[in-house]
């Protein structure tokens, strides 16, 4: 069992920079491979940017160059970095912990971009 608690959501305006982070606890953090996703009002849940247990990345092409995820094992924790976000970047973020047999979700953090 893997609880997952998201930080760091909010209003931000255009252009600037976000930072979430994600800590988790109740399992062996350096197992799972570790994720963000979010979802705007009407749409379905889509990934932004994931990393492996190995460290590998991938993020959605709608994000790629402006995002970094990364990981630190030592303190079971998983933070995304947003550079010029934009409104279309408005959405819940979810943090994600999964293996080949079990997934594991978050509460969401609220990011809303704005002027």
């Known amino acids: 069992q893997v609880q997952l608690v998201e930080s760091g959501g909010g209003l931000v305006q255009p252009g600037g920079s976000l930072r979430l982070s994600c800590t988790a606890s109740?399992?062996?953090?350096?197992?799972?491979?570790m994720a963000w996703y979010r979802q705007a009002p009407g749409k379905q849940r889509e990934l932004v940017a994931q990393?492996?247990?190995?460290?590998?990345?991938n993020y959605a092409d709608s994000v790629k160059g402006r995002c970094t995820i990364s990981r630190d094992n030592a303190k079971n924790t998983v933070t995304l970095q947003m550079n010029s976000p934009k409104p279309e970047d408005t959405a819940v973020y979810y943090c994600?912990?999964?293996?080949?047999?079990?997934?594991?979700w978050g509460q969401g953090t609220q990011v809303t971009v704005s002027s």
């Open positions: 109740g399992s062996i953090f350096s197992t799972y491979n």
């Open positions: 994600n912990a999964a293996t080949l047999f079990r997934s594991y």
């Open positions: 990393i492996t247990r190995g460290g590998s990345t």
